[in-house]
């Protein structure tokens, strides 16, 4: 199904913003690469729902960066998004990786904004016993290893595959850069959770599913467990054979998984 990309003005600030689709809303939040794209599995939930994809500010063509200094900034800044789009009701709201961590927040915050809540390998917790792996200045070859669970998967053959940036297209090497400084704003200190969020999950009145991929190198599946069990009603549902990225390593199951929860 083809998708079209436009320019949302939200509040003054300009939003890359894909859609495709019929049907009830669905905000997806994307994390920080691979997922900031569109892709096949978006495809597949667009046959049900009408799939909204924004960048993040300082990802792709967004701006509003100057305006964000922490995980608040970047709720404050969804919750002027949603009011922007104009919705007849509020949005299924799906989010991976650190797109999930601001899910979490928003529903949490605003529990009215929020229909159904999906959070895929989400950041935002911190566990003694189950630490996020480490993620800046981590070369690609090793960041492969912590994202997929099979090394012969395209994306992790190219990631391995970097072994001198200089030889990379300009543009990518730029777009990559203003990523992680997009990332590092919200998610540098503390790193990629806040100490408030756990103990706020009951505040979560959105049936949620929790979906983690069970060979995630990057944030253990001790996270989902956590998450599935501080949010109330949540159901926890493991995807083997798979890394940090369901929705693009296994985006059939995925597809499924979440098709399903949200009809």
Not at 17 to 40: C, I, K, N, Q
């Amino acid at each position: 199904m083809s998708h079209t990309t436009l320019m949302l003005d939200v509040r003054g600030t300009a939003v890359e913003l894909r859609r495709a689709g019929p049907g009830a809303p669905l905000l997806y939040l994307h994390g920080g690469g691979g997922d900031s794209e569109w892709l096949p599995v978006f495809d597949r939930w667009a046959e049900h729902f009408t799939v909204y994809h924004p960048s993040h500010p300082g990802f792709g063509k967004s701006g509003g960066l100057e305006h964000i200094d922490g995980i608040e900034d970047l709720v404050f800044h969804y919750v002027d998004v949603i009011a922007a789009l104009g919705l007849q009701g509020p949005p299924h709201v799906v989010g991976q990786s650190f797109g999930g961590w601001v899910a979490a927040e928003i529903a949490q915050r605003y529990p009215q904004l929020v229909q159904r809540l999906v959070l895929i390998d989400a950041a935002g917790l911190w566990l003694d016993e189950a630490p996020m792996a480490e993620m800046f200045g981590t070369e690609p070859q090793e960041l492969a290893k912590l994202l997929f669970y099979d090394q012969q998967h395209p994306l992790a053959v190219a990631m391995s595959s970097i072994t001198d940036f200089t030889q990379l297209p300009e543009e990518m090497i730029l777009n990559q850069l203003k990523a992680m400084e997009a990332l590092a704003k919200v998610a540098w200190n503390p790193y990629f959770h806040n100490p408030k969020l756990e103990r706020r999950l009951d505040r979560i009145t959105a049936p949620t599913l929790v979906v983690w991929g069970r060979q995630d190198g990057l944030i253990p599946l001790a996270h989902g467990e956590r998450y599935a069990s501080r949010i109330p009603g949540a159901r926890l549902a493991v995807i083997d054979k798979c890394g940090h990225l369901p929705v693009i390593e296994q985006p059939d199951k995925v597809g499924e998984l979440v098709t399903a929860f949200l009809r």
